[in-house]
């Protein structure tokens, strides 16, 4: 072995060291435009409606068709990395995804809109689990919690600026914007990836087999999933027979998925590694936060349109002081990760969740907006702390040639909780609304004195207005009734939050399978191809 060559090897610091933060920012641009691809379209939908002709029911397909694309996408990154190769599979990810949203500004008929956003799905998949992998392998073993601090803004600061970038760009601009914003980016995501990016030696390329049954399942089980996920509420659930055949479908082809990988020696999604239990920890708790981080995210803009009629605008910039707090706590809990045990950093970031949301599911209905603050900027630090922490332990006892594929896996859970949060959430809100209307209705009686002296103010104030008698009673109890909808819906919404609150204690005792040292005692994992090839060369000589 030459003296260069093993030089080269025995220098893993100088090889860490080389362009890592140009590498994170490479792909992190990738990553952060494929999730707020997500969230930013929902504040466009009204205008939407008007251009393609549709009601609300039918424009949210433009959302629905871009996140079934994309969590299929997610689950086969691996695949797809080992036939193409990572790099290629990120280039040729972020040109479909850039494609895809011209097209989508261009769309003329509903029917192209959904096709765009297909495509758009397709490129933006893969982004999210390949970005995390290929971030995670460039940093020492010592560095990893800040790679995943820098990983975890983009993931988790996506969702919450998308609506106010959103409804600027449609306010401003119009709605095909939020499209066109995403060229200019990606075109540079592609070019710093083009010349910053390389596949490390030791990853898998080709297949002696493909795996067409899994992909045949995946397919399905996935899409119908979501669909259902997505269209539940709207059609009552069960009582709809196409849910019911849908929910079916969903359930035999994913039970089919898994028992069919499990037998594979070259399966599309590796449903083994789960036998990791760091990956498995992490990717539970990771579900609780990201059913939160994707439920609150929808409740919060929700609340304050219907109950505390903001505007559209103001409610996306509710969700900044959130934004503006995991961006400040991300880096220093990256920075902190090997000094302080992850078992209290995440212990302390799901108590800081529970605390606020506790406080979020007990908000008056004359709320002010500046009494969210505190309550968000909790959810940010602790959204910052649970999460990086997470996103490093989850993958720090895997092996790097299986990085990609349990980054998908990882991703995949997230994702799938958070479409669940939806469904859930808008379920709960809807149903409690009315057994709060239910109960509060029968409080409604001329005996109850505090409707008596409710009565009496409400005349006098009608009668200010030039109102008649005659009009009294009816316009009393429309007043009423207006009062006893938006309490309902009020309390609703505070059921929906403390049911976070009560998701996160019950998910607190799960920590105690974290490790208690924050740097990887598998860190061997880490060197184990560079070993590999200094073994190799040497039964060469």
Known sequence: MSVALKSEIQSPSQEYEAGKWLVAASVLLGTFLSVMDVSVVNIAMPHMMGSFGQDLL??????????????????????????????????????????????????????????YRVIQGIGGGTLIPASQAITREKFPPAEQGMAMALYSMGVMLAPTLGPVLGGWLVDSWGWRWIFYINVPFAIVGILMVSSFVQDPPYLKRGFQNIDWGGIGLLTVGLTALQIVLERGQEVDWFASNWITIGTSIAVIAIVGLLAWELMRDEPVVNFRLFRNLRLSTGSGMGAVIGFALFGSTFLLPQVTQDVLDYPAYRSGLLLLPRAAAMFCVMPIVGYVYNRVSPRLLIAFGMGMLATAYWGLGHLPIGVGFSSFIPYLIETGVGTGCSMVILSTISLSSMPPANMTAAAGLYTLVRRVSGNIAYAVLATLVERRSQVHRAVLS??????????????????????????????????????????????????????????????????????????????????AAHDSPRQDAVSSMSEAE
């Open 58 to 115: 039918t424009i949210t397909w433009v959302s629905t068709a871009y996140s079934i694309a994309e969590i299929i996408m997610i689950t086969m990154t691996a695949f797809w990395s080992t036939l193409l190769g990572r790099k290629r599979l990120y280039l040729a990810s972020m040109t479909i995804f850039t494609f895809g949203s011209i097209l989508a500004g261009t769309s003329q008929t509903f029917a192209q809109m959904l096709f």
């Open 442 to 523: 029968g409080n409604i009686s001329r005996l109850n004195s505090t409707l008596a002296q409710y009565d009496s103010s409400a005349n006098s104030r009608l009668t200010g207005f030039g109102e008649t008698s005659a009009t009294f009673r009816a316009r009393d109890l429309a007043m009423v009734n207006g009062i006893l909808n938006r309490q309902s819906t009020m309390m609703s919404y505070d059921d929906a939050f403390t049911l976070l609150f009560w998701l996160f204690l019950l998910a607190l005792p799960l920590t105690m399978f974290l490790p208690r040292k924050g740097v990887p005692t598998e860190s």
